[in-house]
């Protein structure tokens, strides 16, 4: 494809032209491919890997590193509401997490498998997959705004917000070279996610759908 392709809400790297994570269907259940993802129907704490310590809380969080030349900014990264400011760190945690992944070249990783379950997880596991096998990684920055929280009648959470990828890129994994061209109206997405707690206290993220070139998102 000649167009730049949405960095993170589109799996177009490869022939895949939509989002990955909108096929996660508009309940919370993995439904039976859960069975074969280990924590895809299960949110408790993952076993955690040789080459990532976890932070000191009582959810035992992964440790999360992101490439130096990738940059993730949120806003607003609190509320004042502690509820709500937990469902945002843990969404903000999801998408280094992502990040990671595709670094790593694992897109079950125990960042993912960590803070999204059922569809969510088997949607962010083909996204991520999507990147690998086309031997892409990422740079550049993308900013997360307009970031609001609302919680439903029966436990779960939903998140709004935009995302920025104007200045973030695709970078080939062997030559290093940055996929660089102009942006679009494309480059701006509007996120409707949805989240549970976890018996570890973790929000999950369980589906999310995208618009891609939202009006809301433009500049």
Same mark, same amino acid.
């Given at each position: 494809?000649?167009?730049?392709?949405?960095?993170?809400?589109?799996?177009?790297?490869?022939?895949?032209?939509?989002?990955?994570?909108?096929?996660?269907?508009?309940? @919370?259940?993995?439904?039976? #491919? $859960?069975?074969?993802?280990?924590? %895809?129907?299960?949110?408790?704490? &993952?076993?955690?890997? =040789?080459?990532?310590?976890?932070?000191?809380?009582?959810?035992?969080?992964?440790?999360?590193?992101?490439?130096?030349?990738?940059?993730?900014?949120?806003?607003?990264?609190?509320?004042?509401?502690?509820?709500? @400011?937990?469902?945002?760190? #843990? $969404?903000?945690?999801?998408?280094? %997490?992502?990040?990671?992944?595709? &670094?790593?070249?694992? =897109?079950?990783?125990?960042?993912?498998?960590?803070?999204?379950?059922?569809?969510?997880?088997?949607?962010?596991?083909?996204?991520?997959?999507?990147?690998?096998?086309?031997?892409?990684?990422?740079?550049?920055?993308?900013?997360?705004?307009?970031?609001?929280?609302?919680?439903?009648?029966?436990?779960?959470?939903?998140?709004?917000?935009?995302?920025?990828?104007?200045?973030?890129?695709?970078?080939?994994?062997?030559?290093?070279?940055?996929?660089?061209?102009?942006?679009?109206?494309?480059?701006?997405?509007?996120?409707?996610?949805?989240?549970?707690?976890?018996?570890?206290?973790?929000?999950?993220?369980?589906?999310?759908?995208?618009?891609?070139?939202?009006?809301?998102?433009?500049?």
């Amino acid at each position: 494809m000649n167009r730049r392709p949405t960095l993170l809400a589109a799996a177009a790297l490869t022939a895949v032209a939509a989002l990955s994570l909108s096929a996660c269907g508009s309940g @919370d259940e993995g439904g039976k #491919d $859960n069975e074969k993802i280990a924590g %895809a129907d299960a949110g408790g704490k &993952e076993r955690e890997s =040789p080459s990532a310590s976890a932070s000191a809380d009582e959810a035992g969080r992964p440790k999360i590193v992101v490439p130096k030349d990738v940059d993730l900014v949120f806003a607003p990264q609190t509320t004042g509401d502690a509820k709500a @400011d937990a469902v945002l760190r #843990d $969404n903000a945690e999801y998408w280094r %997490a992502i990040v990671e992944s595709i &670094e790593k070249q694992d =897109p079950k990783s125990e960042g993912v498998r960590f803070y999204s379950k059922g569809a969510g997880l088997i949607g962010t596991i083909d996204w991520s997959g999507n990147f690998i096998k086309s031997d892409l990684t990422l740079a550049g920055t993308v900013r997360f705004t307009d970031r609001k929280v609302t919680f439903s009648k029966d436990g779960s959470a939903g998140l709004t917000y935009c995302s920025d990828e104007s200045k973030g890129y695709t970078k080939d994994r062997k030559t290093g070279k940055k996929n660089v061209t102009p942006a679009s109206k494309d480059s701006y997405i509007r996120y409707n996610d949805r989240l549970r707690k976890n018996a570890d206290g973790v929000w999950q993220l369980t589906n999310s759908r995208a618009e891609v070139g939202s009006e809301l998102c433009q500049p």
